[in-house]
């Protein structure tokens, strides 16, 4: 059963129509807006924690334990994780792919497509070495 314990989050304006990525990454795509990631280069600003319409106040926790949705692949305890091109949750190595960040870890783990927990920092990504 996923968790989640409030750090800290922020509200913004939804810039798209965000119903359908509630427990996704968010970045930001203008003053105090945010749209869903759509790339593995994105850097998260967070985890949307509502399902707010276009124009809508978008609830995102930069930081603290948060209830995630897995992408492809399924999550496990101890995996690092960043944002894949649909803004669902990967495994992410840090010796990977360059210019991929790493903003959390899996608390608990769940399949592909299913919601888990993780420890996120999105106010501190990190980027992948590339080597």
């Not at 999550?75 to 949750?89: E, F, M, P, R, S």
């Amino acid at each position: 059963m996923a968790i989640e314990l409030q750090g800290f989050k922020f509200t913004a304006i939804a810039g798209e129509a965000l119903s359908a990525k509630q427990y996704m990454f968010m970045k930001l795509s203008a003053d105090m807006t945010v749209v869903g990631t759509t790339a593995l280069t994105d850097v998260p600003c967070g985890v949307l924690q509502n399902n707010p319409p276009i124009g809508g106040a978008a609830e995102v926790m930069v930081y603290g334990i948060t209830k995630i949705l897995a992408g492809v692949g399924a999550l496990a305890a101890g995996n690092l994780v960043g944002c894949d091109a649909a803004g669902t949750a990967v495994v992410v190595d840090p010796d990977g792919v360059a210019d991929n960040y790493y903003v959390g870890q899996i608390v608990i783990g769940c399949g592909a497509g299913e919601i888990g927990s993780a420890l996120v920092n999105c106010a501190s990504p990190v980027i992948q070495s590339g080597s």
